[in-house]
């Protein structure tokens, strides 16, 4: 299975600011990689697949870049709605296995 | 819309069996797979496998054979996702999800379940 490796698993921001996300692969996945948002009591969303391609309804202040094994989720100017979990997953071969997750707090 | 409702929360004892639905609306439940995926408790999103809802053919992912099982009502579009002799490292939220069409083998989940809390506990 393809090991999925997200860094960091925590990270703490402030409104306005620009994050990314690391999500490192063990094996070329292409450019098929998925980002997920998590939060409290909502439906775990979507964000951005095939590694840049932004899912209908996804701010573009997310944007996604890489392939082969590195890919980053950059937020820019970040809005409260924000913070959450994000998951990064890999979709080029079965099982579409997921990263550990981080965290994205405010600081 | 597409809706993706499971059941309520299961409070069970270890070597009992649990079975989690998943009742999906808002499209044709034959013409996309339903996948599952469990997150224990503080712990990231794990893959479990999928069913075929054409076929009702189902596949686990390494971690999740023998003791897990998906089945369907295709009547009922509903899916579920049965454990049996459950252990305490079972107890986990489970969510069931559906990919969209992005034109590849493998698409990511655009619809997800709220998630079914499973808490084993003797």
């Known amino acids: 299975d393809v090991q999925m490796t997200q860094s960091p698993s925590n990270l703490a921001a402030s409104p306005g600011e620009s994050v990314s996300i690391n999500c490192k692969a063990s094996?070329?996945?292409?450019?098929?990689l998925a980002w997920y948002q998590q939060k409290p009591g909502k439906a775990n969303k979507l964000l951005i697949y095939s590694g840049s391609t932004l899912q209908s309804g996804t701010p573009s202040r997310f944007s996604g870049s890489g392939s082969g094994t590195d890919f980053t989720l950059t937020i820019r100017n970040l809005e409260p709605e924000d913070f959450g979990l994000y998951y990064c997953?890999?979709?080029?071969?079965?099982?579409?296995?997921f990263g550990a997750g981080t965290k994205l707090e405010l600081k | 819309q597409i809706q993706l409702v499971q059941s309520g929360p299961e409070l069970k004892k270890p070597g009992e069996s649990v079975k989690i639905s998943c009742k999906a609306s808002g499209y044709t439940f034959t013409n996309y797979g339903m996948y599952w995926v469990k997150q224990a408790p503080g712990q990231g999103l794990q893959y479990m496998g999928w069913?075929?809802?054409?076929?009702?053919?189902?596949t686990y992912a390494d971690d999740f054979k023998g003791r897990f099982v998906f089945f369907l009502e295709t009547s009922a579009s509903t899916a579920y996702l049965q454990i049996n002799n459950l252990k305490n490292e079972d107890m986990a939220t489970y969510f069931c999800?559906?990919?969209?069409?992005?034109?590849?083998?493998?698409?990511?989940?655009?619809?997800w379940g709220q998630g079914t809390l499973v808490t084993v506990s003797s």
């Open positions: 069913i075929n809802t054409e076929t009702g053919k189902p």
């Open positions: 997953q890999q979709h080029n071969e079965y099982p579409n296995t």
């Open positions: 094996k070329s996945i292409s450019k098929y």
């Open positions: 999800a559906r990919s969209f069409w992005c034109g590849l083998q493998w698409c990511p989940f655009a619809y």
